[in-house]
């Protein structure tokens, strides 16, 4: 059974930071890209960030080098570490995962507000 456990969220100000986590069981994660993808209520489901299993990053506009996404294959993690954190980054953030068979498994989200 593939899980993704995603940890991190929370409330932060204007101007501060966070760490998600994304902790995966039941496959092998070096054979996957691990994304991050973040839904704010009425909207839909958007691309925050994506690394391959080959380290290749790739980043949606609106980060603007805010967010780093990073993975450590030997815990099975993935990371999203996110400064500058804006209200409009406000959502829910998804850990995604899929290899090159798209074979692809989301996790149960973590919810990020950034508000005063």
């Known amino acids: 059974q593939v899980q993704l456990v995603e940890s991190g969220g929370g409330l932060v100000q204007p101007g501060g930071s966070l760490s998600l986590s994304c902790v995966v069981s039941?496959?092998?994660?070096?054979?996957?890209?691990v994304s991050w993808y973040r839904q704010a209520p009425g909207t839909e489901r958007e691309l925050v960030a994506l690394?391959?299993?080959?380290?290749?990053?790739n980043y949606g506009d609106f980060v603007k080098g805010r967010f780093t996404i990073s993975r450590d294959n030997d815990k099975s993690t993935g990371y999203l570490q996110m400064n500058s954190l804006k209200p409009e980054d406000t959502g829910v953030y998804y850990c995604?995962?899929?290899?090159?068979?798209?074979?692809?498994?989301w996790g149960q989200g973590t919810q990020v507000t950034v508000s005063s």
């Open positions: 690394i391959t299993s080959g380290g290749t990053t």
């Open positions: 995604y995962i899929e290899d090159w068979l798209k074979n692809n498994y």
């Open positions: 039941g496959v092998v994660l070096g054979r996957y890209s």
